[in-house]
């Protein structure tokens, strides 16, 4: 799993699988699902991040877990 924030459009990127994203799809306000030629999710956009505090927070969290403690995010 792989996780990106662009800061010039506001946007995460949740990448789970690493394969070719087929179709995508945007099951609720600003959150885009991409799915694979079988239908597995590949990856997760969230739009207008900054405003999703939980999210944001969530993510940092996960980060935290699986990052060093020398390194800071």
């Known amino acids: 799993m792989k ?9 995460i990127y949740i990448q789970i699988l690493n394969e070719p994203v087929i179709e995508s799809e945007e099951v609720a306000a600003d959150i885009i699902v991409d799915f694979t030629a079988d ?3 590949a990856g997760i956009e969230i739009l207008n991040a900054s405003k ?3 999210i944001m927070d969530s993510i940092k969290s996960l980060l935290e877990l699986k990052t060093p403690s020398s390194l800071s995010i």
Not at 3 to 11: F, I, L, P, S, W
């Open 3 to 11: 996780v990106e924030y662009d800061k010039d459009v506001d946007a």
């Open 39 to 41: 239908n597995k999710i």
């Open 52 to 54: 999703r505090v939980e």
